[in-house]
């Protein structure tokens, strides 16, 4: 596996996900127009949650996961169901853009490393810490296309 075109991937991912986050504010971030399960908020938390869980958990490191993340912004998590107070848009995108470093410092040099226990979905197994890694940044390209959805229903300028 090719470790650089793989972190350039990921990178790649994530840059598009900053890139659509910047006209997200406290005021349009939360607003969920029908047809849409969730904000643009739970998005950006979601795609941080992901890599932590996906990523790291299964590679057997210590997730930066801060409290309650988890009850926010897991799959199946709807922000109708909220009863605490989320991270700000700030701060959500301040975890997105230092992730990509960690992600990088983490795993440099590991990405054919077999994982403990592989990650299973449908009939995908996943059985390396790259796989891992490609798995998130396919994951995070879907989400993308939802936050750009979000914007356009919301009139949010691209």
Known sequence: MNEKKIFDLFEYARNATLKAAQDITEENGDIIPNGYPNSLRWQLGHIYVAVEGIVFHFANEIPNLPEGYMNLFKTGTKTTDWN??????????SLLSEQVNRVKETFAGRLDEKIANPFTMGSLKLETIGELLSYASFHESEHIGIIKSLKN??????
């Open 153 to 158: 229903a919301l009139n949010v300028e691209k």
């Open 84 to 93: 605490t107070t989320p991270p700000s848009i700030e701060e959500l995108i």
